[in-house]
């Protein structure tokens, strides 16, 4: 229960805190308050949209000292890949791409966990390739970004290879006697549900799935969603190679270099067709995207992510800020002014790189595009007073205002964090602790922004902290403001 306004009952004075020396505010930066901005004229998807295709199971680089699978940075079975990062090629002209772009989580193996993560920001803690079931324990009624889209009234497309092939969207299906594939010419098909992340949630899981074909019929009159999410099939993905090999170029792979020749062939067929359409052209977006590092989750294996458009900083621009697959949903909540996702995290895959896998408190894409492309979030600032004490009942207080300096309103909840708060004091009116967001434990309470519920730019609300420290030393902590509920 929350408690009330510290009340000295003895009528004692209180005693203001120059008289406690040492006490000080350690630092009052914005960690993590994130809302969609006010639309810019060269917004991403503003008119266009955003395409986004899903590739398996290959690193962008690696240690010397691993061979399996191959990494796709300057693989010859790869020539189109590579050219798109390459400076001064002519595909690479509205390219951008990331060189520090990690798994997801400590963990997050193998595929599924990963395409589950690239709607609802988590994995849930299921670690395994299953078809989604009851069962199975993997249909989720949870927060994700498809269903974010339905409620703001976004229009959305799921494409997925080979899915008219299986029995039903949530069904894989696999086999050698299929219609000739367009791309790689084979009769083999394999869609697998695992790389559809929609296919995991109960209000998404048949809704806007479409064969691939069907991409190629919305491209050409332009009926195209918003946002799409395209899987090829495991083929096409890099994932498996074909019996017998794959001839590229003129040249016969197998083995790994095979998926990743098949993979490459698919890209340089499909992305120049999304280039040519409105669709793209009108500020769109094609996100290269691959699922999960292999051989490790450590800072020696990065995942390729990129990113082709008109609104790139193009000429193959490398961005070094780090980022992850909810460095993907950020983008997309920004990007079409949608509440950030906050579904918990489990514990052991926190503290992947710093923990900086919460949507929340996540670097976005935005290092990615020209400034503006994608909405700059609001920011607040804060400012304490100086703490008050009354030395009978070792209760402290003090008062903290938070400021909307940005140009956008900031709407409710907003949440005061008090990270790393020293361990000779407890925070009593606390409304909760972090338990979706790194460091975990921390307390917070509740912003009042008025009965209208939103933080106007370049207004003020206070927050009044009250304290207990029986050992009078100095009370320190780290400031932040969310707009995501801290904890479930």
């Known amino acids: 229960m929350k408690k009330h306004l510290l009340n000295d009952r003895s009528n004692r004075p209180l005693v203001a805190s120059e008289s406690r020396p040492g006490f000080s505010l350690r630092r009052t930066a914005l960690l993590g308050a994130v809302v969609a901005g006010a639309c810019l004229s060269a917004q991403l998807a503003s008119a266009g949209g955003i395409f986004v295709i899903a590739m398996e199971n290959h690193n962008f680089t690696q240690p010397t000292n691993q061979s399996s699978p191959q990494p796709v940075f300057g693989n010859p079975a790869a020539p189109y890949m590579n050219s798109l990062i390459t400076p001064g090629n002519p595909n690479a002209a509205q390219v951008s791409f990331a060189v520090n772009y990690f798994n997801s989580g400590t963990g997050v193996h193998p595929s599924e966990p990963n395409y589950v993560w690239a709607e609802a920001g988590t994995d849930f803690g299921f670690h395994s390739d299953a078809d989604p079931s009851v ?13 974010q889209l339905n409620a703001a009234g976004i229009p959305w497309k799921n494409y997925q290879e080979d899915v008219q092939l299986a029995a039903t969207p949530t069904n894989s299906a696999s ?24 296919a995991f949630f109960s209000d998404t899981h048949l809704q806007n799935v479409y064969p691939l074909a069907q991409l190629f019929d919305d491209l050409n009159n332009n009926t195209t969603g918003r946002y799409n999410w395209i899987t090829p099939n495991q083929y096409n993905d890099a994932h498996t190679a074909l019996n017998g090999g794959f001839t590229y170029h003129g040249i016969h792979y197998s083995g790994d270099s095979a998926n990743i020749a098949q993979g490459d062939n698919f890209l340089a067929q499909v992305i120049p067709q999304i280039m040519a359409t409105p669709a793209y052209q009108d500020n769109g977006v094609i996100i290269i995207w691959w699922d999960e590092t292999e051989g490790g989750d450590d800072l020696t294996r990065t995942l390729p992510e990129i990113i082709i458009s008109p609104l790139a900083k193009g000429n193959a621009y490398a961005s070094s800020v780090v980022v992850n697959h ?19 995290i489990p514990v052991t895959e926190t503290n992947n790189f710093g923990g900086y896998n919460n949507v929340a408190t996540v670097n976005d894409l935005s290092d990615l595009f020209i400034a503006g492309a994608i909405p700059a979030p609001a920011s607040t600032a804060i400012s304490a007073e100086g703490f008050v004490s009354n030395p009978h009942t070792h209760q402290v207080k003090q008062i903290v205002h938070i400021t909307n300096n940005g140009t956008s309103p900031i709407p409710a909840p907003l949440f005061l964090v008090l990270d790393n708060l020293s361990a000779n004091a407890t925070l009593l009116n606390s409304d909760g602790t972090t338990a979706i967001l790194t460091p975990l434990g921390s307390p917070y309470v509740s912003v009042s922004v008025g009965g209208d519920g939103i933080l106007r730019p370049h207004e003020t609300k206070t927050v009044a902290l009250e304290f207990l420290d029986p050992t009078d030393a100095p009370i320190t902590y780290d400031a932040s403001v969310l707009d995501v509920t801290p904890a479930p």
Request: hydrophobic share 25%; aromatic share 8%; charged share 10%.
């Open 135 to 147: 069962p199975n324990g993997n249909i989720y009624d949870t927060p994700h970004l498809t269903a």
């Open 175 to 198: 086999g050698n006697t299929g219609p000739v594939n367009p791309f790689n010419g084979s009769t083999q098909y394999n869609y697998a549900v695992k790389h559809n992340p929609m």
């Open 326 to 344: 909810s460095s993907d949903i950020k983008s997309m909540e920004e990007i079409f002014g949608l509440p950030l996702i906050n579904n918990p």
